[in-house]
């Protein structure tokens, strides 16, 4: 009996310790043990990369180029073009330098994250080909980036997603599209007005910060068409999704560092907060169209959604989060992507005054005067050039990464599991032996014989992503962009402001850092 009793005195010292020794094989297990033998399969196929530290990967070196780029850019300040189409030295050096390093096809590490970073032709087309469940969008987007995307169409995998698709992707078919193009047009007139009036005000000329209110119509565009609403009703959501984007922005480098996202960070914190409050903003939308819907025409996409929401259950959302997280999706994806592509159109207008005159011609041409409609836009060829062209030089995403959901094959290389196929899309889009020596170069004649005439194979011009997860919202994005910038340019010349500075920002979307500037009136 005493010895029985002096046993259990030691269990209070021992518990402790074979926890401890449990948490550390379990942490070494899920952070080295099993990321190693994905990258050791890589390595076997001859696939190389920078060697990654424990915890934190290759993030630690990241920040080492970075900050090495930024001192010799400081040192050659004033030395370079004004303006320089080619951010990816500047956003994303360590890309640059590892492809450099070891060719078109590395790995790298980010925490726990396992990427293969892809640049080669050939399997960017194996890629694109592919309609296999087994390849998917990566866990660390709904996981990090849950509080903007959560698990809706941008996110979500197998039959989710496919539901999700089937739900809302008709909705933004061409042929709802082109019955949108008065409600654009009525969606850009307080922003033509306020801005005719600033400049006559000022005597025919007027610096202008054109980003916030190309942000704002294109808010009210995606309102209007998708939930039956004006910018003023979803003025709350917009701000808020503003700022958990660049919340979000401040965190990038430390994506898949694990439990990061739930330390109680300042930033963390604010995070939670605005998802809170976007939750709710969204559900009591959505309410209210279900109950003023028995009363109302209207079909939109915010009906789909809801109507979507109800073919469940599904095992990984419930029906408020599918509700949630798709609108969030609209909503992000839907007028920030557009809306910033229109800032860097205007720029690329104000540098390059003969395109800007050539599709000016043109568009007085075919308009002769008469309100636009849908027929005049698809004339408009120039300005689709110029609009492609945008695209090519500043795609809004920054990447397309996929993620092996099972192992799959890809041209040569066997991806085993849990790996992540990352195409930096930028480096692709100014690929010299795809788009030529020029690649660097703003020239929307490249597009004068369409996709396939601009770049061999065409598959490498990517600004909607690729494959069967190509954005469902592409067409509303072109046809928005096609009627704001026609409408702008019929009633303003555009020249960039002595103030402009030329530094592009990744802030989940490639923006402008510091604003675009400066319309006259003719």
Same mark, same amino acid.
């Given at each position: ?15 402790p ?16 043990l099993?990321?190693?033998r994905?990258?050791q ?8 990369g920078?060697k990654?530290?424990?915890?934190f990967?290759?993030?630690p ?6 900050q090495l780029t ?11 073009d004004?303006v320089?189409s080619?951010?990816?030295a500047?956003l994303?050096?360590?890309f640059l ?8 096809i590395?790995?790298y ?34 996981k ?7 698990m809706?169409i941008l996110t979500?995998?197998?039959d989710l997603?496919?539901?999700?698709r089937?739900?809302i ?5 061409m042929d709802?599209v082109k019955g ?5 047009m009525?969606a850009?007139?307080?922003?033509l007005?306020?801005?005719k009036?600033d400049?006559?005000?000022?005597g ?12 704002n ?6 309102s209007r ?9 979803g003025?709350?959501i917009?701000i ?8 979000m922005a401040k965190?990038?480098m430390?994506i ?8 109680p960070?300042?930033?963390n914190?604010?995070i ?6 976007i939750?709710t903003?969204? $559900? %009591?939308i959505? =309410?209210?169209?279900?109950? @003023?819907s028995p009363?109302?025409? *209207?079909?939109?996409?915010?009906h &789909? ?7 469940g259950p ?8 599918f ?9 992000f994806?839907?007028h920030e992507?557009t ?15 003969e395109?800007?005159?050539?599709t ?6 075919v ?8 027929d005049m836009?698809?004339?408009?060829k ?7 062209e945008?695209l ?6 920054a990447f397309v990464?996929r993620e092996? $959901? %099972?192992d799959? =094959?890809?041209?040569?290389i @066997?991806?085993?599991k849990?790996t *992540?196929?990352?195409?930096?899309? &930028?480096?692709a ?15 929307p004649?490249r597009f004068?014989?369409g996709?396939?005439?601009a770049?061999?194979?065409p ?9 069967v997860?190509?954005?469902?919202g ?7 962009l096609k009627?704001v910038l026609s409408?702008?340019l019929s ?9 402009y500075?030329?530094c ?12 675009i500037?400066?319309p006259?009136?003719?």
């Amino acid at each position: 009996m005493e010895l029985f009793f002096s046993s259990l005195q030691w269990l209070p010292v021992l518990s402790p310790v074979i926890l401890c020794i449990l948490l550390f094989s379990y942490l070494y297990t899920i952070l080295w043990l099993r990321p190693e033998r994905l990258r050791q399969k890589l390595r076997s196929q001859g696939v190389k990369g920078p060697k990654p530290s424990f915890l934190f990967g290759n993030i630690p070196e990241m920040r080492r180029i970075q900050q090495l780029t930024k001192s010799v850019q400081e040192q050659d300040a004033g030395t370079s073009d004004r303006v320089s189409s080619n951010y990816v030295a500047t956003l994303f050096p360590y890309f640059l330098h590892w492809s450099r390093v070891y060719g078109p096809i590395y790995m790298y590490s980010t925490g726990s994250i396992q990427t293969l970073s892809v640049i080669d032709p050939n399997i960017v087309k194996e890629l694109a080909n592919c309609k296999s469940l087994d390849v998917g969008k990566s866990s660390f987007l709904q996981k990090e980036r849950g509080a903007l995307l959560g698990m809706g169409i941008l996110t979500s995998n197998g039959d989710l997603w496919v539901h999700q698709r089937k739900a809302i992707a008709p909705e933004l078919f061409m042929d709802k599209v082109k019955g949108m193009v008065n409600l654009m047009m009525e969606a850009a007139v307080p922003m033509l007005n306020l801005w005719k009036n600033d400049v006559e005000d000022r005597g025919g000329s007027a610096e202008i910060v054109v980003d916030e209110f190309l942000r704002n119509f294109s808010a009210d565009v995606i309102s209007r068409a998708c939930f039956g609403s004006s910018f003023s009703e979803g003025k709350e959501i917009f701000i808020k999704i503003r700022q958990l984007q660049t919340t979000m922005a401040k965190q990038n480098m430390f994506i898949g560092v694990p439990g990061s996202r739930y330390l109680p960070t300042r930033s963390n914190r604010e995070i939670w907060n605005l998802d809170s409050s976007i939750r709710t903003l969204i $559900l %009591n939308i959505a =309410k209210k169209y279900e109950h @003023d819907s028995p009363t109302t025409a *209207n079909k939109g996409l915010l009906h &789909a959604i809801i109507q979507g929401s109800k073919d469940g259950p599904f095992t990984s959302c419930t029906r408020e989060d599918f509700i949630v997280d798709n609108c969030k999706s609209i909503y992000f994806a839907g007028h920030e992507t557009t809306s910033t592509t229109a800032a860097w159109c205007l720029m690329l207008l104000a540098s390059h005054h003969e395109w800007q005159s050539r599709t000016r011609v043109e568009l007085l041409d075919v308009c002769q005067g008469r309100p636009l409609d849908f027929d005049m836009l698809r004339k408009l060829k120039t300005l689709t050039m110029v609009i492609h062209e945008t695209l090519r030089l500043y795609p809004p995403a920054a990447f397309v990464v996929r993620e092996a $959901l %099972n192992d799959i =094959k890809l041209g040569s290389i @066997d991806i085993p599991k849990g790996t *992540n196929i990352s195409i930096p899309i &930028a480096m692709a889009h100014r690929n010299p032996s795809v788009w030529g020596p020029s690649a660097d170069k703003f020239d929307p004649d490249r597009f004068a014989n369409g996709i396939a005439g601009a770049c061999k194979p065409p598959h490498m011009y990517m600004p909607f992503g690729v494959g069967v997860r190509t954005c469902a919202g592409q067409n509303l994005a072109i046809v928005e962009l096609k009627v704001v910038l026609s409408l702008l340019l019929s009633k303003f010349e555009f020249t960039l402001s002595p103030n402009y500075v030329h530094c592009p920002a990744f802030r989940l979307t490639v923006e402008p850092g510091e604003g675009i500037t400066r319309p006259h009136d003719f």
